[in-house]
């Protein structure tokens, strides 16, 4: 006899094909945009058209002085390293749980990444930060893992206590909010990405923030040479006899990029408050489900969903393997949940195991060599977690229902799979 299940042979839940969630909304406004745009430019040298349209927008939009468009958010988070002075044998705290591009520009620079461990929310622990400064700590970078809020407050009062910069990833997390305060705003410079699934969009591109003139000309030198740099650093700043070569790194976005993120900002704020209620009700439908923890997030955050990690409890359901579970869930049509991959404990890659062979010029290699069962917090969470996408119209509202459905039935019949493991 079968079970309901559909990996037993049960009616699936969901019976619509997949995909059920794409990113960006694209619509005839964007082509019309980006058809405008092709006839009016493709190559943008300095700061006019849309790469000033944009980036006053986006000034505007975290109240920062200034924002500078990349190539991609691995260029903007190679520039803020670079802006913020980050060298050779200087220690940056970063998290352990994050997406690789949040650290690999640092052994481009010779700099060392210690990583360190994340609190039961997935994101930086200020106190694994705190016993992690040394003498040669230079900054703590921070990443707003899924687009929920690190414990920005507590960071920025540790990094002030040592003095020490503060450093952001917000490429999960655009428009996030603590208390009215953005994501991005509170950190000395900031980086994003505008890949294509990201809550901003551009298909490939990414910006740095700050509000400090010194790190705002040094980004500029590093990937923004001649034109934009003469005529943006002041003739009388030291670094303007250099504007023609720069640093002689090019990362500048694609006009036809920076058009489409225009459209998508406009109507960010709209995605964030419908994904806000998408959250909310998924976090109703699965609140008290046996082996399941929903993310919480304070009265006063905004989360900006990139994701919803729920994360499995192997214990609670009878010692059922999440690889079961997961496979059951996918049975049932849920076809959009994820085991998140790239985005895991740094120390779990080859690349910050044993960095030697793909950097044997680093000064400092030798000092980089994490293994598994360092960061115990970060790999248990990344191990157990089921990522959702998170909709944001009204009209998938029925859709989260459905996915809270879906998990709520292989729950329910979790019994039923036990020795099909
Ligand atoms: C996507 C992402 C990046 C890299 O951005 P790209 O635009 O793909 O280069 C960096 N950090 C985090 C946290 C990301 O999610």
């Known amino acids: 006899m079968t079970g309901e299940l559909a990996l037993l042979g049960g009616t699936p839940v969901i019976s619509e094909p997949g995909p059920h969630f794409s990113w960006p909304p694209l619509d005839d406004g964007t082509d019309r945009r980006v058809l405008a745009q092709l006839q009016r430019s493709i190559s943008i040298y300095n700061r006019s058209g ?20 990349t190539s991609s958010g691995t260029a903007a988070l190679h520039s803020a390293y670079v802006a913020a002075g980050v060298g050779p044998g200087d220690e940056v705290i970063v998290p352990a749980y994050t997406f690789l591009a949040t650290v690999t520009p640092l052994l481009h620079l010779g700099a060392i990444p210690v990583l360190a461990d994340s609190d039961d929310t997935g994101n930086l622990s200020v106190a694994d930060v705190a016993a992690r400064i040394t003498p040669k700590t230079v900054a703590i970078m921070a990443t707003h893992l899924w687009g929920i809020p690190a414990d920005i407050a507590g960071l920025r009062a540790l990094a002030d206590e040592h003095n020490l910069l503060l450093l952001e990833d917000g490429s999960h997390a655009h428009g996030a909010a603590v208390a009215g305060r953005k994501v991005g705003s509170v950190g000395d410079i900031a980086a994003f990405s505008l890949n ?27 990937g923004h040479y001649n034109k934009r740099c003469k005529s943006e650093i002041p003739p009388s700043h030291p670094l303007h006899r250099y504007a023609v070569t720069g640093m002689g790194l090019k990362f500048r976005i694609h006009p036809l990029a920076a058009v489409i993120s225009l459209g998508q900002l406009e109507r960010l704020d709209s995605y964030l408050i419908g994904r806000a209620e998408i959250a909310g009700i998924l976090g109703e439908e699965l609140a008290d489900v046996e082996g399941l923890r929903t993310p919480h997030v304070t009265e006063e955050t905004l989360a900006a969903w990139y994701g919803y990690p729920i994360i499995y409890s192997v214990d609670e359901l009878g010692g059922l393997p999440i690889e079961k579970f997961f496979e059951a ?60 996408p998170v909709w944001h119209r009204e009209r998938d509202i029925s859709l989260a229902q459905k996915y809270a459905a879906g998990f709520r039935k292989v729950v329910g019949f979790h019994h039923e799979l036990k020795g099909q493991a």
Do not use: W
């Open 196 to 222: 294509g699934p990201k809550p901003l969009s551009a298909g490939e591109g990414g910006f740095v923030l700050t509000n400090s003139d010194e790190v705002y000309y040094r980004i500029l030198m590093h």
């Open 50 to 69: 849309v790469i000033a349209e944009l980036e006053t927008a986006l000034e505007d939009y975290f109240g920062v002085r200034h924002a500078v468009l």
């Open 329 to 388: 869930l996918q049975a049932e049509g849920l076809l959009d949940v994820d085991r998140p991959g790239s985005t895991c404990p740094l120390n779990l890659l080859p690349l910050f195991q044993d960095p030697r062979p793909l950097f044997p010029h680093h000064p400092y290699v030798g000092q980089i060599s994490y293994r598994p069962g360092q960061f115990p917090v970060a790999e248990r969470l990344h191990a157990n977690t089921l990522k959702l």
